[in-house]
């Protein structure tokens, strides 16, 4: 996050694309400002050591009733753990309002207008399933996706006249026109699974579907033809 920052804040920088990890991971980095703020202006902060005036003012007095807990808790074990956390926590005395500042300036990039958020998914049911649940997420974050890249979806399939009026013996048409039925099959799958990704975002939302190459992409060319493969489905 800080490296986004510092690239936001470059006046020479003029589009950042960032390909965050997978569902789980992305909602921990994107999420990663707010939980900080949260943190601290909690009481956590005064409850461990920091200086008062730092943040809070003050500290209640279920605060000195903890801080007094913990303490028989490190006379008794030995361990020393609240005054190993309270010295942590000075180090970074005078800090405090910095990472504040800096995370509020990362959440604000985060959901700045010129931001756009681009989900990429492909149509098995698992995988639309998971999307849900990570458009949920977002959408609980006030996240806004302006996006979703439906990726690997099935090319077009040949007509059965096509498979007809092909010059093969009997025996070969009857095995493309097996495999015909069965990429069908599955081509009307993709579709359902298309309609449904479609229920869970709002209009303003574009879906856009990229098909399978026959390899896995390995170069800026491979690339290309897959961004010149994309078409909007809505």
């Not at 949260?38 to 903890?66: E, T, Y």
């Not at 439906?150 to 059965?160: I, K």
């Not at 039925?181 to 869970?200: F, V």
Request: proline share 5%; charged share 25%; hydrophobic share 45%.
């Amino acid at each position: 996050m800080e490296r986004l920052l510092e690239l936001a804040s470059d006046p020479a920088t003029e589009l950042i694309i960032l390909d965050t990890p997978p569902a789980a991971e992305a909602l921990n980095f994107l999420d990663a400002p707010r939980r900080l703020l949260d943190l601290l202006n909690s009481r956590a902060i005064g409850l461990l050591g920091a200086p008062k005036g730092v943040l809070r003012s003050n500290l209640r007095m279920v605060d000195f009733a903890a801080r007094a807990v913990l303490s028989a808790f490190d006379r008794v074990t030995g361990l020393n753990l609240l005054k190993d956390v309270q010295s942590f926590v000075r180090v970074f005395d005078g800090m405090y309002e910095g990472f504040a500042a800096r995370a509020k300036r990362s959440n604000d990039l985060l959901h700045a207008d010129d931001t756009a958020i681009i989900v990429v998914t492909t149509l098995e049911p698992a995988r639309i399933h998971q999307a849900g649940e990570f458009l949920e997420a977002l959408a609980q974050k006030e996240l806004k996706v302006r996006a979703i890249v439906v990726n690997r979806a099935m090319p077009p399939l040949p007509s059965e006249t096509e498979i007809a009026s092909l010059k093969v013996s009997p025996a070969i048409r009857r095995k493309l026109a097996r495999n015909l039925a069965d990429y069908t099959a599955l081509k009307n799958r993709e579709a359902r699974s298309l309609e449904t990704l479609s229920t869970m975002i709002s209009s303003a939302t574009e879906i856009f579907v990229s098909p399978e190459l026959d390899h896995e992409p390995r170069s800026l060319s491979d690339l290309a033809k897959i961004g010149a493969a994309l078409r909007s489905v809505r």
